[in-house]
C-alpha cells in the first residue's frame, strides 16, 4: 500500500472541500514518532477483509459525506444521514464485490 504523508492528505481535503488552507507547525516540542501508521491486519485476519478503495477514493468519500452532513444542517433539512450512510456501503460493497473480495461475495 501507498504511504501517504499528512500533508498529501491534508492538500487533497482542501482540493476536494474546494476550500482552506493550512500551516505546517513548526513549533511542536515534542514528536509523538516520526511515523504513524493505520493497521489493518487485525481486521483482514479476523475478518478477511481488504480495502477496495485507494486513499484518494477513500477521502473523497469521506469528505463526501461530511460536505452533505454540513449541508443538510445549513439547510436545516432532516439530519438523518441514514440515506447517505446506507448508500455509501452500498458502493464500497459494490466495488469489493467487482473486485471479487470475499466477504463481499457472502
Not at 7 to 13: A, F, H, M, P, S
Not at 40 to 60: F, G, I, M, S
Request: aromatic content about 12%.
Amino acid at each position: 500500500l501507498e504511504m501517504v504523508t499528512t500533508e498529501q492528505l491534508v492538500r487533497e481535503i482542501i482540493r476536494l472541500w474546494g476550500d482552506g488552507s493550512y500551516a505546517a507547525g513548526g513549533g511542536q516540542v515534542e514528536k509523538e514518532t516520526t511515523l504513524l501508521n493505520l493497521n489493518w491486519d487485525k481486521a483482514a485476519r479476523r475478518l478477511d477483509w481488504q480495502p477496495v478503495y485507494d486513499w484518494q477514493e477513500a477521502v473523497h468519500a469521506t469528505v463526501n459525506w461530511f460536505k452533505t452532513y454540513g449541508e443538510r444542517l445549513g439547510a436545516s433539512e432532516s439530519m438523518d444521514m441514514y440515506d447517505v450512510c446506507a448508500a455509501h456501503i452500498r458502493a464500497y460493497s459494490d466495488r469489493a464485490r467487482t473486485a471479487g473480495v470475499a466477504w463481499a461475495s457472502a
